[in-house]
T-cell receptor, first 115, second 109 residues
Framework: NAGVTQTPKFQVLKTGQSMTLQCAQD?????MSWYRQDPGMGLRLIHY???????DQGEVPNGYNVSRSTTEDFPLRLLSAAPSQTSVYFCASSYGRPPMNTEAFFGQGTRLTVV | DAKTTQPNSMESNEEEPVHLPCNHSTISGTDYIHWYRQLPSQGPEYVIHGLTSNVNNRMASLAIAEDRKSSTLILHRATLRDAAVYYC??????????FGPGTRLSVLP
């Protein structure tokens, strides 16, 4: 199993550009989520999904879109990048929904810089 | 949001045990207690989780207070590779993980 795979690992965007961060998992997990981590801080939830076709907003959803057309994939779209979206983005997946009696698996992150 | 309180930083000597505390005084009866750690430039990594009873696995032990208002993550013999930020997180019904700033553990050779 590859676990949770995020691509790309690094990306530089210009202000106003759009892009999609990819996240894929091969563990047949129903629950997937996206977090961002700013320097010196904990992770903040952007969007999450409890299964294919179902998504919902987290703590900091503005400027981001998600969709979940398959169990395996959960892409995060930046519609019009802003310098405030410079951050490290982590995708996570788990078998269960909260309350979680299973472990969550995290990807290695995508480091995004918006200039 | 389910809230936890952890010390900002702790130090340990290599090969000694480490006890990382976490307070969660507003915990509800169905909230699981999770611990994750984040090594430099990596994603968070699962360490252990529990509900009421103490838990052991190959990485660590989790000691949960009888009233569940606090817990302690125990690393039995710290290694340099254990230097990381450790997050104590509650998993309540219907709520996602909320990450605080965690405890930065330094391990001295």
């Amino acid at each position: 199993n590859a676990g949770v795979t995020q691509t790309p690992k690094f990306q530089v965007l210009k202000t106003g550009q759009s892009m999609t961060l990819q996240c894929a998992q091969d563990m047949n997990h129903e629950y997937m989520s996206w977090y961002r981590q700013d320097p010196g801080m904990g992770l903040r939830l952007i969007h999450y999904s409890v299964g294919a076709g179902i998504t919902d907003q987290g703590e900091v959803p503005n400027g981001y879109n998600v969709s979940r057309s398959t169990t395996e994939d959960f892409p995060l779209r930046l519609l019009s990048a802003a310098p405030s979206q410079t951050s490290v983005y982590f995708c996570a997946s788990s078998y269960g929904r909260p309350p979680m009696n299973t472990e969550a698996f995290f990807g290695q992150g995508t480091r995004l810089t918006v200039v | 949001d389910a809230k936890t309180t952890q010390p900002n930083s702790m130090e340990s000597n290599e090969e000694e045990p480490v006890h990382l505390p976490c307070n969660h005084s507003t915990i509800s009866g169905t909230d699981y207690i999770h611990w994750y750690r984040q090594l430099p430039s990596q994603g968070p990594e699962y360490v252990i989780h529990g509900l009421t009873s103490n838990v052991n696995n190959r990485m660590a032990s989790l000691a949960i207070a009888e009233d569940r208002k606090s817990s302690t993550l125990i690393l039995h013999r710290a290694t340099l590779r254990d230097a990381a930020v450790y997050y104590c997180i509650l998993s309540p019904y219907g709520q996602n993980f909320v990450f605080g700033p965690g405890t930065r553990l330094s391990v001295l050779p």
